[in-house]
């Protein structure tokens, strides 16, 4: 599992390999102020993404 959050330089690229190298490992990124590019770019890459408040959902899910 990682968890980081989406505003974070570079956070897309290291999602991307990390899901190359571990492509069942599950991720998860908390956003401050949403940003639909952003949203969809990390999703693309492989991560669940959401707010902070609802970021624990998360993890049930998963």
């Known amino acids: 599992m990682l968890v980081a959050e989406l505003e974070q330089p570079g956070v897309l690229e290291e999602i991307s390999s990390w899901k190359e190298k ?6 998860a990124l908390s956003v401050t102020e949403p940003d639909k590019e952003l949203w969809i ?5 492989g991560a669940d993404v959401a707010n902070r408040g609802a970021l624990p959902r ?3 899910k998963g």
Request: net charge negative; charged share 15%; glycine share 0%.
């Open 22 to 27: 571990w492509p069942e490992c599950f991720v």
């Open 41 to 45: 770019a990390a999703e693309t890459a």
């Open 58 to 60: 998360l993890f049930m």
